[in-house]
């Protein structure tokens, strides 16, 4: 070895995991270089040592870090343990031959093989050093194939074929691993949906909170604003699979409802509804639009007080400033409107709605078997002319047809199911109203231990929305209120408490009319 050639650079490369555990590991090559140098009395400057595990954008990016290091500090040796441990791709061979050409001191030595590239080197063996990338160019194009083919019959049997997001685990053999719940952070994600669906969080405020609540990366770190913002958007939480910006049924267990998964894709990618981050947040941002222009209503404070007034994003000629309090003073009569004043307004509440649920949960089963009889021959027939298309029995425009056929069908089931469940869930919303919520609902506002989230929830449980005109407070109830709003009052008439004392112990008569909530 010439002693002009004094300062070396070692790259170490893997391509997978398996390949570490095979005897290829960084620190197996990293041993093997070394001691090669030392018995050259060379000088090793830096290792690097890189997992393809990660990009092959960042692969690439760190192999001209690693050229601009070697330039700077006027290294003339790189030691790697066989040329596809340095390059796989033509461009990156060509850019270190021009290197090597660039000084007749620059070298290449791939161990191993006993090779050498330098100025010197043979015609013969430059031969051999193209085809020798050639080869690495091919075994990596190759093995980009073959896990494109196994993520794609990875995803056909309902398993994502990389990581799972946050709150499920992977478990079992290479070609038999699956995705189950992880019991210790599912939780979290459980309530981040709720919380988020409320319409009360931005994406930043959902940092925060779930941080306080609980919940970790997997690094043991708060969950970023970019990361929060995917995780809500990842259907697989509540079934799927999202491949190649398609989505696939998946064989995980969910951790969420689809019903909520909606919710929340509609409050994340909404204008102007969700409240953006700050300290301190008003009761009523992102609650009240302006009647007129239908723009989401400002709030601002001064001397103490907020105030909400329409920001003008349109054309629009209110110019009235509400003040918070005053909101409210309007709002606690709407409060007590939905309140039952005797247990006897309860339990016929109760009683009314618990009778409709039967009858409607003994109609929506036999719904359901046959909607779910449409969506199973539908897969079916999308199943059996993939297999006619695969074995040349029908044309390409012949499948082209019945598969847009066939997909509607089981897309219009589909859509049926999700109506069905959606009535279901206002039922349950219902009865959440009339126990949770109706009958102390000024008392949880009212309360002085009630912070400003927690009225900020009491209000998106009680009104879909508030508009302001002029001087005037609008507001709607949700529908499980509205349902409140409707009955209330009449058996509060029925059964006043002077009435309710004089038929004590006598049974009730009053029938109250078939509740109206679900679509049709």
Known sequence: MKNKINKAVIICRVSSKEQEDTGYSLDAQEKLLQTYADERNINVIR?????????????????????????KNNANLILAEKIDRLTRNLK???????????????????????????????????????????????????????????QKEKISQGWLPTKPPLGYETVGEKGHKVHIIDKERAPYIKKMFELYSSGNYSTHMMVELMYKEGLRNRSGKKVGKSRMYDLLSDPFYCGKIKWKEQIFNGKQEPIITKDLYDLV????????????????????????????????????????????HCNHYKTCSQKVWKRQEDVEKILFPLFDNVAPRTNKVLKVLEKALKENHEDEIKYNDNVLSGINKKIETAQRRIEAIYEDKIDGKISPEFYNRKLAEYTKEKE??????????????????????IHELASRASEIYKSPKATVEDKRLLLSKIFSNLSLNADEIKPNYTLAFEFLNKWVPVLNNNFEPEKDVANKGKESTFVLPRPTLLPG
């Not at 990660?54 to 870090?65: I, L, N, P, T």
Request: include cysteine.
């Open 265 to 308: 894709q509609e409050k994340l990618n909404r204008k102007f509804k969700s409240p953006q981050y700050q300290k301190h947040n008003p009761v009523f941002k992102a609650k009240m639009e302006c009647d007129e222009c239908k723009g989401t209503v400002t709030w601002e404070t001064h001397k103490g007080h907020w105030y909400g």
């Open 47 to 71: 290792v690097y040592k890189i997992s393809e595990s990660a990009s092959g954008k960042m692969v690439r990016k760190k192999f001209y870090e690693i050229l601009q290091y070697i330039k």
């Open 412 to 433: 219009d089931a589909m859509e049926s199911l999700k109506k069905l469940n959606e009535g279901n869930t206002k039922y349950y919303e219902a009865g959440f109203a």
């Open 92 to 150: 990156d061979a060509s850019i270190i031959n021009d290197w090597v050409q660039e000084d007749k001191n620059n070298e290449v030595h791939f161990v191993k093989e006993n090779f050498i590239v330098s100025q010197n080197t043979k015609a013969h063996e430059n031969l051999v050093w193209d085809m020798k990338v050639a080869i690495a160019r091919f075994y990596t194009n190759n093995l980009s194939e073959e896990v494109k083919k196994g």
